[in-house]
């Protein structure tokens, strides 16, 4: 099994930056795809960004293309999002998740962080 924990969310004016942080436990991941996703109130849950644990390789939304970077720590197993210039449409539920596909959508991932809030307003 694998266990995912997301943190780092929190309040934020428009314009500024947030750091997330992905925490992995369990299974090895090296042959792992590393999401993050993000779900509004009332909305579909959304691709952000993934990055291939082995490769390295990233993939980002249009919608946060230039304004978000994913990393990833292999000693620490740990995956981060950079967000910055933020917009009140950045606000979300954020979800960091792990699978072995390599598609945006959520159904290819199989497993999921709880979830860390993100609020960007003035």
């Known amino acids: 099994q694998v266990q995912v924990a997301e943190s780092g969310g929190g309040l934020v004016q428009p314009g500024g930056s947030l750091r997330l942080t992905c925490a992995t436990s369990?299974?090895?991941?090296?042959?792992?795809?590393m999401g993050w996703f993000r779900q509004a109130p009332g909305a579909d849950r959304q691709f952000v960004s993934s990055?291939?644990?082995?490769?390295?390789?990233?993939y980002y939304a249009d919608s946060v293309k230039g304004r978000f970077t994913i990393s990833r720590d292999n000693a620490k197993n740990t995956v981060y999002l950079q967000m910055s210039s933020l917009k009140p449409q950045d606000t979300a539920v954020y979800y960091c998740?792990?699978?072995?596909?390599?598609?945006?959508?959520?159904?290819?991932?199989?497993?999921w962080g709880q979830g860390t809030q993100v609020t960007v307003s003035s």
């Open positions: 998740a792990a699978g072995t596909g390599i598609g945006a959508e959520p159904r290819e991932y199989d497993y």
């Open positions: 990055i291939g644990w082995r490769s390295g390789r990233t």
């Open positions: 369990g299974r090895t991941l090296s042959l792992y795809t």
